[in-house]
Nanobody
Framework: QVQLVESGGGVAQSGGSLRLSCAAS????????MAWFRQAPGKEREFVAY????????NYSDSVKGRFTISRDNDKNTIYLQMNNLKSEDSAAYYC?????????????????WGQGTQVTVSS
């Protein structure tokens, strides 16, 4: 059974930082592309970043590029999202997602496995 457990959300001030973690189990982590999505109230779930299963390729949405960094620790089956220079528009529930194989990696529909989400609130 695949389990993805996020942690690290909370409240930060505008310009501050937070680091999210997602621990995965029940999957072959090194063969799995891992991603972060977020969803604000009343909005669709949107792509934030992914780390390809190869560990060599990452991709970011334009809205977070240069501020957020995704990384993975294959020994711990964990991915991270370091979020710097946070803005109020970054406030959302953040979800970890996983998939094996190819696909449109920026689309929520490409990911069959999801965590329960962790809330990030940025105060101005």
């Amino acid at each position: 059974q695949v389990q993805l457990v996020e942690s690290g959300g909370g409240v930060a001030q505008s310009g501050g930082s937070l680091r999210l973690s997602c621990a995965a189990s029940g999957i072959s982590f090194t063969a799995t592309t891992m991603a972060w999505f977020r969803q604000a109230p009343g909005k669709e779930r949107e792509f934030v970043a992914y780390s390809h299963s190869s560990g060599l390729i990452t991709n970011y949405s334009d809205s977070v590029k240069g501020r957020f960094t995704i990384s993975r620790d294959n020994d711990k089956n964990t991915i991270y999202l370091q979020m710097n220079n946070l803005k109020s528009e970054d406030s959302a529930a953040y979800y970890c997602a996983a998939r094996a194989g190819v696909g449109v990696l920026t689309s929520p529909g490409a990911y069959p496995y999801w965590g329960q989400g962790t809330q990030v609130t940025v105060s101005s």
